[in-house]
């Protein structure tokens, strides 16, 4: 592992996953689950739950980069832009410093547009 390298997984984000989440995480907020509230909102129509488009960042962490067995010990994250139903996100993490067996990463969502919808960091910690 060495400081600029990068990983990235991609995914669409659909309407089954926005009601699978809503009831594992019990995030029933109607702006995810409820297209007619959803229409009165700024938004226009449903968005996605954050912190379900943040479970990319964890998968890229704990399958590609650093990878397997990798913990998280500290993540912040800044949500720039909504993710709509059918979004095709990509969660791309990039190893900003190592010490020793922690991992410092930069991390970043964007979508099939390339705007990014989520910005952020993370330290974690390897074998």
Known sequence: MEI???ASLTKA????DIMSYAQVSLD???IHVDEEFAKTTRFGTRIVQGILVTGLISA???TKLPGAGAIYLNQTVSFRYP???NDVITATVEVISIDGAKIGLSTTCFNQDGKVV???SALVLVK
């Open 28 to 30: 029933n907020n109607p």
């Open 118 to 120: 989520i910005e952020g």
């Open 60 to 62: 890229v962490i704990a």
């Open 13 to 16: 984000f659909t309407h089954d």
């Open 4 to 6: 600029g390298q990068k």
């Open 83 to 85: 993710v709509y139903i």
